[in-house]
């Protein structure tokens, strides 16, 4: 399994980024898929989860109404468009696949099974 983030960059306070996550090696519509991330210093943390069909998503509270979490199964990609973006939205950005059975959008980075390398994402103040 490999997942490939891209899209970080840096950006202005109030700005927006789309990060994408291309998956291969598994059967892409049959896994959650999240996003968390880490900030220097901090430990990672959930951000926004997505269901096999993308009909139902979670999101931490300090991005909601900000953030939002889609995906096509065509292209086995998830994409996490981020609008209004804060200076404390500063991290890398990576994506998880959870491949269980069961469809569970967990919160917890134990849940996942194999992880992307990151995208780095600087918003400025």
């Known amino acids: 399994v490999q997942l490939q983030a891209s899209g970080g960059g840096l950006v202005q306070a109030g700005g927006s980024l789309r990060l994408s996550c291309a998956a291969s090696?598994?059967?892409?519509?049959?896994?959650?898929m999240g996003w968390f991330r880490q900030a220097p210093g901090k430990e990672r943390e959930f951000v926004a989860a997505?269901?096999?069909?993308?009909?139902?998503?979670k999101y931490t509270d300090s991005v909601k109404g900000r953030f939002t979490i889609s995906r096509d199964n065509a292209k086995n990609t998830v994409y996490l468009q981020m609008n209004s973006l804060k200076p404390e939205d500063t991290a890398v950005y990576s994506c998880?696949?959870?491949?269980?059975?069961?469809?569970?959008?967990?919160?917890?980075?134990?849940?996942?099974?194999?992880w992307g390398q990151g995208t780095q994402v600087t918003v400025s103040s």
């Open positions: 998880a696949v959870d491949v269980a059975r069961i469809p569970v959008l967990s919160m917890s980075e134990w849940r996942y099974d194999y």
């Open positions: 090696g598994l059967t892409f519509s049959r896994s959650v």
């Open positions: 997505i269901s096999w069909s993308g009909d139902s998503t």
